[in-house]
């Protein structure tokens, strides 16, 4: 069901017009990370200030751009790279969406070490209402093998910076990552004990999900990535938190009232805006450059940074509506049946009945849930999906001549 993205060619990619009928987020991307992290498949390069600026300073115009074109968002979520490199230009860049838009809720991704008074003051004032936090683990010795703990610290200093923030947002997600080559069942063990004796808001817990190109940087560094031992590893997980936390995802588990962190799950439309960005309106899949210096030219004179897109048959938009829907482990049909307008049979009743009789799916009341069985076949699912994402990225950055490590 997740397979690659394939995107038109034979004409000039597009974006549809806004239709502000439905809820849509706006995905910012900010690519830039003071040090790269070698397991890492999502678009990044290294940080320049200058570079940055030019870079906000563009994104500010296809902000306005994408207002000029009819468009509303109701949520933010900024992700990256690292968003908070540099703060100042991310306030105003926030500060020009939420006059466009009417914003609702903003979630932004940043790390460990800039959990800092004065960056999280600003946050605060820009209308920041989730931030997600970049942990992976806790265990100093796999930090070191990922090479974080020199950029960010060992893992009771991280998780003393958690707590000092906790309460400060609506929402603090701590981002983990599990079946790295080098992980054990001790340290999951002990990563789970932290969380849940911190009473962290939320924990989205990864799988490790590198593209093809990177895997095999993965590999040769850091070992073989062992998928048997990730179902084991995701059952302990999902024993250690639920309850009392819920699933707000597969792999999103909330306590209370948390922002979900998934923005996928919460908006069927979204537009990606920034260099690399992917963003799906009204049945269009579409990609903005990878090649920072391209993105910030073609915003100089007036245009979209795109360079593919795709329209959706029915079939497919359901499709997707199906994966999306279901990563929040439930799914009631009539839903999407009154999106479209018609019965979702037709185009999914052999997907449906396969899940129910494989036990990835039990109904009750006209809805669908997830099985446990199922929660990790969705685990699987999205992996592939996000891997397939970032596969079309290394694509993107090799045709463009660009290194796939950086």
Not at 110 to 135: E, I, K, W, Y
Not at 149 to 176: C, H, P, Q, W
Not at 298 to 314: D, K, T, V
Request: contains cysteine; proline residues 4%; hydrophobic residues 40%.
């Amino acid at each position: 069901m997740a397979k690659a993205i394939r995107f038109e060619t034979e004409k000039a990619p597009a974006i549809p017009r806004g239709n502000q009928s439905d809820p849509c987020l706006l995905y910012i991307h900010i690519p830039f990370c003071e040090r790269l992290c070698p397991y890492c498949s999502f678009h990044r390069i290294q940080f320049d200030a200058r570079l940055c600026r030019e870079y906000f300073q563009a994104l500010r115009r296809e902000i306005v751009l994408y207002k000029e074109q009819g468009h509303d968002f109701k949520g933010i979520y900024v992700g990256g790279g690292t968003p908070t490199v540099m703060i100042d230009e991310l306030a105003e860049t926030l500060g020009l969406a939420r006059q466009c838009f009417r914003i609702d809720g903003i979630s932004v991704e940043t790390n460990p070490d800039h959990l800092t008074d004065d960056r999280l003051v600003v946050l605060r004032q820009a209308g920041v209402n989730r931030l997600s936090v970049g942990v992976q683990s806790f265990d100093d010795g796999l930090l070191k093998s990922m090479q974080r703990f020199d950029k960010y610290g060992s893992g009771e200093t991280i998780a003393g910076r958690l707590k000092d923030v906790l309460g400060r947002f609506d929402t603090l997600n701590a981002d983990m990552m599990f079946n790295f080559p080098s992980q054990t069942e001790r340290m999951l063990e002990r990563d789970l004990q932290i969380l849940t004796g911190m009473a962290m808001d939320q924990v989205t817990w990864y799988p490790l999900m590198a593209s093809d190109a990177t895997r095999r940087r993965v590999r040769e560094v850091f070992g073989r990535v062992d998928y048997n031992q990730e179902r084991q590893f995701y059952g302990r997980i999902v024993s250690g938190l639920v309850p009392p936390y819920r699933f707000s995802s597969a792999w999103c588990f909330s306590w209370g009232a948390a922002m979900v962190d998934e923005y996928i799950v919460n908006y069927d439309t979204y537009a990606g805006l920034g260099s690399g960005a992917i963003g799906y309106l009204n049945g269009t899949c579409y990609a903005n450059t990878f090649l920072v210096p391209e993105y910030i030219e073609r915003l100089r004179r007036g245009e979209l940074p795109l360079i593919a897109s795709r329209n959706f048959s029915i079939r497919d938009r359901m499709r997707y509506d199906f994966l999306m829907r279901l990563f929040s482990t439930t799914l009631d049909p009539r839903d999407l049946s009154k999106k479209y307008g018609r019965s979702i049979i037709p185009y999914l009743g052999v997907e449906l009945l396969a899940l129910l009789v494989f036990g990835r799916l039990y109904r009750d009341g006209g809805i669908y849930h997830l099985t446990a069985r199922g929660r990790y076949a969705w685990v699987i699912m999205m992996r592939e999906f996000f891997i397939a994402v970032n596969n079309f990225r290394d694509f993107c950055r090799s045709e463009a001549g660009l290194p796939l490590a950086a």
